[in-house]
């Protein structure tokens, strides 16, 4: 697994190349984590590209979520497929992080959230 990262307006968009196994975990927490330390703290997180992801990669995700949101960040996810939405509705994860469609979709959300937090 990959995750490319790439930046649109501001927002860091990390694509995931593949499904998201316990074995390739650490990596995504890794790309995830030197994204805060770089100080970008809006992030899109593409799916597009997973068929899976194992509770272990939903605790990164939500643990990065959470770090971001302390840094007065965010981080949404973008184009999930329903498996993966499923297990996002069993954990309750869709009730704390927003879902979008496309990758369009969550940025211009990233955009509007840090334009209303700004004023």
Same mark, same amino acid.
């Given at each position: 697994?990959?995750?490319?990262?790439? =930046?649109?307006?501001?927002?860091?968009?990390?694509a995931?190349? &593949?499904?998201?196994?316990?074995?390739?975990?650490?990596?995504?927490?890794?790309?995830?984590?030197?994204?805060?330390?770089?100080?970008?703290?809006?992030?899109?997180?593409?799916? &597009?590209?997973?068929?899976?992801? &194992? &509770?272990? !990669?939903?605790?990164?995700?939500?643990?990065?979520?959470l770090?971001?949101?302390? /840094?007065? !960040?965010? #981080?949404? @996810?973008?184009?999930?497929?329903?498996?993966?939405r499923? @297990? @996002?509705?069993?954990?309750?994860?869709?009730?704390?992080?927003?879902?979008?469609?496309?990758?369009? =979709?969550?940025?211009?959300? #990233?955009?509007?959230? /840090?334009?209303?937090?700004?004023?």
């Open positions: 697994m990959r995750v490319t990262i790439s =930046e649109r307006d501001a927002v860091a968009v990390a995931v190349d &593949s499904s998201i196994l316990q074995e390739n975990v650490p990596m995504l927490r890794a790309r995830l984590s030197q994204l805060l330390e770089e100080n970008r703290r809006w992030i899109v997180i593409d799916l &597009s590209k997973a068929n899976y992801l &194992s &509770s272990m !990669g939903v605790a990164v995700i939500v643990d990065v979520k770090k971001a949101n302390k /840094a007065n !960040g965010d #981080v949404k @996810l973008a184009c999930v497929n329903q498996l993966i499923s @297990l @996002l509705d069993i954990t309750n994860v869709t009730r704390k992080m927003d879902i979008f469609s496309t990758v369009d =979709e969550a940025i211009e959300a #990233v955009k509007k959230e /840090a334009r209303e937090r700004e004023e």
